[in-house]
């Protein structure tokens, strides 16, 4: 007490510190203090113990103890021929197993399967590893070059002309359709001129406008065309388009950049991109007929899941980024149509997308235009997830202070460069966890387009069910574990490394 | 009022829908000028800094910065913002980015200077600022008053020829606010035009040319530091000083 009283105090020498006391750390002390601290915690861990126990000694039981390991057919698997009871019977995965990778995928084709999983991995690896240089190059050749190697090596075909012929044939299409809309309309005109002359005659002279337009825009584009139709007869028709729009785009590329004082770079850049993609179509050999093609429709298993997920997960992103930003834009047009655009995708379900994008989306388009089953759902797929990613993204938005926005006003930059710079990094650093879910959910959800007639790997599992040779009590559950865990290891991989991305990510949050 | 002014405001007028902020503000600054904006909170200080930098609209009257004129339709934003810096109250460094990438952010994208060289000019205000050897650090990693020279430093870097300053003290520690002043104070001694909104009545009696009061969206009253604090003359400047010098 009369140390209390004592009001004047002044320390005379500060007090170090010193290591917690050491029955609170460790794994002692973990035991101590988290699991063993009170009555009711010791029964709550005697409950999970006995629960783990039991949970995982019956999967070890199946999965490995009393599985069957070889064996032909459904006998080695039945449990009078094993002499136990019998758990997984994995002798139905080894025979299954190239289905469910390829599906039905021609066998003698299955190397350029694998050579595109090669490449994936090869190009995908370095851009996860952080540590790695040259990641504009890498992330350029993955999101870009990459896509159109796997779609010449999976489905195969080649090409007969570069750029420049494919802009000639659209525009001529276009054109051409411009002049028959206008010939159908005065046509119509004509025939209404026999009831009603001076509407019959409005239509007909607007008709005849509309095919005047179509056939000055058709002179507009004469010289392309005639280039074109020399390109078509030259007999290296690939080869020279190539090289026409390789020197077309880099002289734009080197005049838009600043010509002779700082352009040197961008023109170099764009000619070895040019021959990068000569040697593409070299090594592929696409100028003569490219390989033989495989129809979508034989594509199956893992190929299919996995060309569906990294499809919808990588064309989701840019269609969320751009939904987000328009649904918070201040341009009234671009911000209903962001809305109405999100709320419709997310309205209604992915089963209907892809019954819409399968069976309804054709009776649309005009006759002889045809778009790939697979492709038609993977543009559902990416439409659909990119809402989703939309919303999450704008939540991101949403948590960056207007303080950012008016600092990086002040300091000159414009709009898109604080997007960016500035809003943007910083609003996908705060929502990754929520686009990884969206991601991991993507990937799961790929299986619902089994419903139409596309077989991924669920669907190619659920196919081989029906095989008689393997009718046995326990295949049912072998296949779901099997794909279960590939399933889980996929899904488990990304959300590790997108705890990974978020610590280093966020190293500016630690103090 | 001054001859060859860099900023010049003339019948600027300023409402929050039917709320009228800005009540016909008449300013000149002169080249070199260094101004303090004081007054009560919700007098319309910060709202009018920041509509030399364009942050905020306005709906009548006109502001020139540097002959490049501003007007209600904020055309010309772009090249106002070349001219200006800007210090916010709560510093608005890029969280996501180190001190030197904030630094040289802005060169870069905004002025298309090559790397190498917006670095080194950045190091060059960083070590204005003292604090060059936490180039590398992440602004959540240094202290209040670190974070505002940080924010000086980049303001800096894009060669202004006015710093606008909201508060840059009020949102810092006491033990920091000497560090941050003795950079404005610097600043100042080396003739950049300067106005500062700040209630650190002692920097106003230092370093300004130019002492303005604020009150209900009107500047009330503008004199020298001398003859502001020694005879105020309206009764509102009284008042306002006698609840703030105790």
Known sequence: ?511 | MTANPIVSIAGLNKWYGDFHVLRDIDIDVGRGERIVICGPSGSGKSTLIRCINALEEFQEGRIVVDDIELGPNLRRVDEVRREVGMVFQSFNLFPHLTVLENCTLAPIWARNLPKKDAEATAMKYLERVKIPQQANKYPGQMSGGQQQRVAIARALTMNPKVMLFDEPTSALDPEMVKEVLDTMVDLANEGMTMLVVTHEMGFAREVADRVVFMDAGQIIEANTPANFFANPQHARTKLFLSQILR
């Open chain 1, 1 to 511: 007490m009369n140390e209390m009283t004592r009001i004047a105090y002044v320390r005379q020498e500060l007090v170090e510190g010193r290591p917690a006391p050491v029955k609170t750390t460790g794994v002692i002390g973990f035991l101590r203090t988290r699991l063993l601290n009170s009555p009711t915690n010791i029964l709550i861990t005697i409950a999970s113990a006995v629960l783990l126990w039991s949970i995982i000694a019956a999967s070890i039981k199946f999965l490995l103890v009393d599985a069957v390991w070889s064996g032909k057919d459904r006998t080695a698997c039945l449990a009078e021929n094993a002499g136990h009871p019998v758990g997984a019977c994995w002798p139905f995965i080894q025979a299954k197993f190239s289905q469910f990778i390829y599906g039905f995928y021609p066998e003698a084709q299955r190397w350029r399967v694998n050579l595109t999983f090669f490449l994936a991995a090869m190009l995908l690896l370095p851009l996860l590893i952080p540590r790695l240089p040259a990641k504009a190059i890498n992330a350029g050749l993955f999101f870009l070059g990459f896509p159109v190697v796997a779609f010449f090596l999976l489905h195969g075909g080649g090409i007969d002309g570069f750029a420049l012929s494919w802009a000639a044939n659209l525009l001529s299409d276009f054109t051409s359709s411009v002049v028959e809309a206008g010939s159908a309309v005065s046509r119509a005109g004509a025939s209404l001129g026999e009831r009603n002359a001076l509407l019959g005659l409005l239509l007909h002279s607007l008709g005849w406008l509309v095919s005047g337009i179509g056939a000055a825009l058709h002179y507009l584009i004469a010289p392309l065309t005639w280039t074109s139709n020399q390109i078509q007869a030259s007999g290296q028709a690939v080869w020279i388009d190539l090289a026409a729009t390789a020197a077309a785009a880099s002289i734009l590329l080197f005049w838009l950049s600043g010509g002779t004082r700082t352009g040197w770079r961008p023109l170099v850049f764009s000619l070895l991109s040019f021959a990068g993609i000569g040697i593409v179509i070299v090594v592929l050999g696409l100028d003569r007929g490219g390989l033989p093609v495989v129809d979508t429709r034989l594509w199956g298993g893992l190929l299919v899941t996995l060309v569906v997920s990294v499809t919808g997960i990588v064309a989701s992103m840019p269609v969320g980024i751009a939904l987000a930003l328009g649904r918070r834009s201040t341009i009234p047009l671009i911000r209903i149509f962001s809305v109405t655009f999100i709320e419709l995708w997310r309205g209604v379900p992915l089963i209907t997308v892809l019954f819409f994008a399968t069976y309804m989306l054709p009776l649309f388009l005009p006759a002889g235009f045809s778009v790939d089953g697979l492709v038609r759902a993977l543009i559902g797929i990416a439409l659909f997830a990119g809402a989703y990613q939309a919303e999450v993204i704008r939540g991101g938005l949403q948590a960056i202070p207007r303080g950012q926005v008016e600092a990086a006003s002040a300091l000159g930059l414009s709009w898109w460069k604080t997007t960016a710079l500035v809003v943007m990094p910083q609003a996908l650093r705060h929502v990754i966890p929520g686009l990884v879910n969206s991601f991991i959910a993507l990937f799961k959800d790929t299986s619902l387009v089994s419903i139409v007639a596309l077989f991924d790997l669920l669907g190619q599992l659920r196919a081989s069910f029906s095989d008689p040779t393997w009718a046995t009590p326990t295949t049912l559950f072998t296949g779901f574990a099997f794909t279960g865990m590939i399933y889980f290891a996929f899904c488990f991989g990304m959300s590790r490394y997108s705890l990974l991305v978020e610590n280093r990510l966020n190293a500016h949050r630690r103090n």
